[in-house]
């Protein structure tokens, strides 16, 4: 029985594509590189801040410690400034949310964002829905790792054959395997095509919010 749902933030609860791509090409051309594509961008995601800004520099040729040092500081403080720029709601998030929170069902958020751009982001569009949110620490390995999945059941006191975790990436398929949790979903809507997330191994995928309740419920 599910009792607890983990979800990732980016790409799963909002679409923040556009707000990753306009940081990252800013803080590129702040140091005089010229910005990769969106959909680059959307292939880099997934990994946290450290993986997107050295894989964005690499398709530049660029590997310089220094350069990466500064686009990485330089994107940060401008995404800490304002996470929820040119950020939206996918459809159907809101109802989901109320509908679990009605049938006792706790929710968390498990994200490589960054902590405060996720806290930031999570208290802007949903106040105080979620039990648990969490973003990138240094204190805990990102996802895949499901140390994060752990503490957060742990906090809540529910195993992980109590739980649901919904994402809509490989690293996220990864990480509620690694996790061993009763319900793996993968939704389609994110950054992540069907065709990926089935080669990424994900046994549920999905393509609406109620397909979710219905695994969950």
Not at 138 to 166: H, Q, W
Request: hydrophobic residues 40%; aromatic residues 10%; contains cysteine.
């Amino acid at each position: 029985m599910i009792r607890c749902c983990i979800f990732d933030l980016d790409g799963t609860l909002l679409n923040t594509l556009d707000t990753i791509n306009y940081y990252l090409g800013a803080a590129l051309k702040k140091n005089g590189i010229s910005p990769i594509t969106r959909e680059a961008c959307q292939k880099y995601v997934g990994n946290g801040a450290r993986r997107l800004i050295s894989r964005a520099l690499s398709e530049c040729g660029i590997e310089d410690e220094n350069i990466f040092r500064k686009v990485f500081c330089d994107y940060n403080a401008a995404y800490d400034e304002n996470p929820f720029y040119l950020t939206e709601k996918y459809a159907g998030i809101d109802e989901l949310i109320d509908t679990l929170r009605e049938r006792g069902i706790a929710l968390a958020v498990f994200s490589n964002k960054p902590d405060f751009a996720t806290r930031s982001a999570i208290s802007r569009f949903f106040g105080d829905k979620f039990s648990i949110v969490r973003g990138a620490t240094d204190t805990m390995p990102l996802k895949p790792s499901p140390d994060g999945v752990y503490d957060i059941l742990s906090r809540l006191n529910f195993s992980p054959d109590e739980c649901a975790y919904i994402g809509d990436s490989e690293v996220d398929v990864m990480t509620g395997k690694a996790a061993g949790v009763l319900k793996n979903i993968a939704v389609s809507w994110g950054f992540r095509s069907r065709d990926e997330l089935g080669r990424a191994g994900a046994e549920i995928i999905v393509n609406s919010v109620g397909e979710i309740l219905s695994h969950v419920l």
